[in-house]
């Protein structure tokens, strides 16, 4: 089993703290995050990572011995040669590192307990991961169907606890086989799509999800390591 990660955003959220510097590589006591998200995949089973590289990809290339010697998953890169988004970075890089079997997608900057991998894997379907968190109005809560089927994306809700979009995505090989490699968006081109071919299903999850995309967010998360409150 194998992966496309998507490490290729500028991080603009986070300018002030990374002053030029790799988002998925921010330190986080000592270790760059990103290693700290290879484990968690290691410890569920993935034994390779394709890490989908723009900004900064030279960052990330110095990082891959340490990366690998961290978590023990194999690690390769392939760099956009422009911004492609995050739909056109995986079509990219499926195109120079095919896919050999089922595979996840997921996002750099989003930290999970291996479970959550765990559960992705034991499908067989065309999945997305739904977290459950206490406040869904941030995000827009999913819409699904029988047997978990996804029929819409981030719609706007009252606030309370409900199902959101984790940004982990399992897919068979020729899942996206029919879309040109061009730029687009995951969430705005290619999972639509999915959706309105009935094929895009949800995998529940209700463990740690933290995004640090954000000053406070990156803040709270090196507390949480800090105290090894990390599952």
């Known amino acids: 089993m194998q992966v496309y990660i998507l490490c290729g955003g500028a991080g603009t959220r986070l300018g002030s ?44 290339e110095e990082a891959l011995p340490h990366l690998e010697a961290e978590s023990g998953v194999a690690l390769s890169m392939v760099t956009e040669p422009t911004p492609m988004g995050t739909g056109g970075a995986v079509l990219h890089a499926l195109t120079a590192e095919p896919a050999q079997g089922r595979y996840l997608v997921l996002n750099a900057d989003t930290f999970l307990s291996a479970h959550a991998y765990r559960m992705m894997l034991e499908s067989d379907r065309d999945t997305l991961l739904a977290v459950e968190t206490p406040d869904s109005a941030r995000y827009g809560a999913l819409s699904l169907g029988a047997e978990g089927r996804i029929l ?30 061009a730029p687009c968006s995951m969430e705005r081109e290619i999972l639509p799509a999915l959706i309105e071919r009935q094929q895009l299903y949800s995998v529940a999850y209700d463990g740690l999800f933290v995004d640090i995309g954000i000053p406070q967010a990156l803040s709270s998360f090196r507390d949480m390591v800090q105290a090894g409150e990390l599952i």
Do not use: W
């Open 152 to 181: 819409a994306l981030n719609e706007k809700s009252s606030a309370g606890a409900g199902l959101v979009n984790a940004g982990v995505y399992g897919f068979s090989p020729d899942t996206l086989s029919g879309f040109a490699v």
């Open 17 to 60: 703290v990374l002053q030029g510097g790799q988002k998925a590589l921010v330190d986080i006591h000592g270790k760059p995050f990103l290693a700290l998200v290879l484990t968690q995949l290691g410890m569920a089973g993935i034994t390779r990572a394709i890490l989908c590289a723009h900004y900064r990809a030279d960052q990330i």
